[in-house]
């Protein structure tokens, strides 16, 4: 959870340049959508609410098949 911290903490930071930001994320929903087995569900849960759409709604598919299931 300390790494997807600090990856928050680039995200929301306004002094890291736009590509870093871009980067993080893309790799976070990347492996959200490929490898949803990597997170524990509190984690899921947690990037279901970052202010990024990409990864609520990758977040939330995973959440809803975790519900299904």
């Known amino acids: ?18 590509i870093i930001r871009d980067h ?4 976070l929903q990347y492996a959200l959508r490929n490898h949803p ?4 569900r ?3 849960q947690w ?3 970052w202010d990024d759409a990409r990864l609520p709604i990758a ?9 299904a299931a």
């Open 59 to 67: 977040a939330g598919k995973i959440l809803n098949g975790m519900n």
């Open 37 to 40: 087995g990597f997170f524990t």
């Open 42 to 44: 509190k984690e899921i």
């Open 47 to 49: 990037l279901a609410q």
């Open 1 to 18: 959870m300390s790494t997807l911290e600090a990856l928050h903490a680039i995200v929301n930071d306004d002094t890291s340049p736009q």
């Open 24 to 27: 993080v994320v893309d790799a």
